[in-house]
């Protein structure tokens, strides 16, 4: 995969990372089971794929982000640790293998996400499809995100998540409007923003997540926040881009806590249900949080109090 500059700026991630990135090394048995679980049931995860930073963390707490539909991605973005390439035939197992690993682990929630799948007339909505109701008939008492690829913005492939009917749907715009074309190539920003509209217009829970440090502005993080609340989004994720290695779009800036404390703020001032919003909070991250309307909002208040006492 490879991705160009985005600016001329000097690139931050050549100096040390400071210590607010700092991550826990994956322990302990809990860790243990998970990566048996997914090795014996011959599953993906973006946890792995896209070399995220809580995997020690999450995987420790016995949760786990399954990636469906091979680890290959017809896309090219610059900034994903996904491979790029030509994906292997659809594995129409898959979803019963998913639906088992999550009743294994006894998870009261779980986050499925895919990589993109182009080159399918379907965009990969037919497995998606059947791996939702998969682990709904096995968990009954489990809740459900799907984190998903925009499926071109074709309505009948996005019409199959909702009639799925998980209790959250999330897609990433993952930039700003005018850096898409560098970040995500492929993707178009209002594209992924109609995506976003339908699913909420269609009675869905929706979500989106944005990564900072790439070259954006304060002024455009608060424009692209705006834009995702006027369509209908109701959860927010804002966390801090790390180049996965040398051939990816480079990091331009550690964005301080402070800055995504007040991006936090802005967000609850915008109508959010919940903004997950710091360094390390990549879109999976907390979610069982983010199922439920109305307590994003309390417990930041509740937080917000004690600081200032």
Not at 203 to 214: A, N, Y
């Amino acid at each position: 995969m490879s991705g160009a500059c985005v600016t001329n700026q000097e690139p931050a991630q050549r100096t040390k990372k400071p210590d607010w990135l700092r991550v826990k090394l994956p322990i302990g048995e809990s860790y243990k089971n998970v990566r048996n679980l997914v090795d014996t049931h011959k599953l993906h995860t973006i946890c792995e794929s896209g070399n995220c930073p809580n995997m020690g963390e999450c995987w420790g707490a016995g949760t786990a982000t399954f990636m469906i539909l091979g680890n290959i991605c017809t896309r090219s973005c610059g900034f994903c640790a996904v491979a790029t390439g030509r994906p292997e035939a659809v594995d129409w197992d898959e979803p019963q293998r998913v639906a088992e690993a999550i009743y294994l682990m006894k998870v009261k929630h779980a986050v499925i996400t895919s990589v993109d799948r182009d080159e399918l007339k379907d965009g990969g909505s037919i497995i998606w499809y059947n791996t939702i109701k998969a682990v709904k008939a096995l968990n009954s008492g489990t809740t459900l995100e799907t984190l998903i690829p925009d499926f071109k913005g074709q309505k009948e492939n996005i019409q199959r998540i909702i009639e799925a009917a998980p209790e959250v749907v999330s897609h990433n715009v993952e930039t700003v409007e005018r850096m898409t074309k560098q970040v995500r190539i492929q993707a178009k920003y209002w594209r992924s923003m109609e995506v976003l509209k339908h699913l909420k217009e269609n009675g869905m829970r929706t979500k989106s997540g944005i990564m900072l440090g790439l070259g954006e502005t304060k002024e455009e993080v608060l424009q692209t926040m705006g834009d995702l609340r006027s369509n209908g989004v109701d959860v927010i994720t804002l966390g801090q881009y790390l180049q996965p290695s040398n051939r990816h779009l480079p990091v331009l800036r550690f964005v301080h806590p402070d800055e995504f404390a007040e991006y936090t703020e802005a967000g609850y001032d915008m109508g959010f249900d919940y903004v997950e919003s710091g360094p390390l909070v990549r879109s999976s991250y907390h979610s069982e949080r983010h199922v439920f309307e109305g307590t994003g909002k309390k417990e930041w208040l509740k937080k917000k109090e004690k600081m200032v006492s």
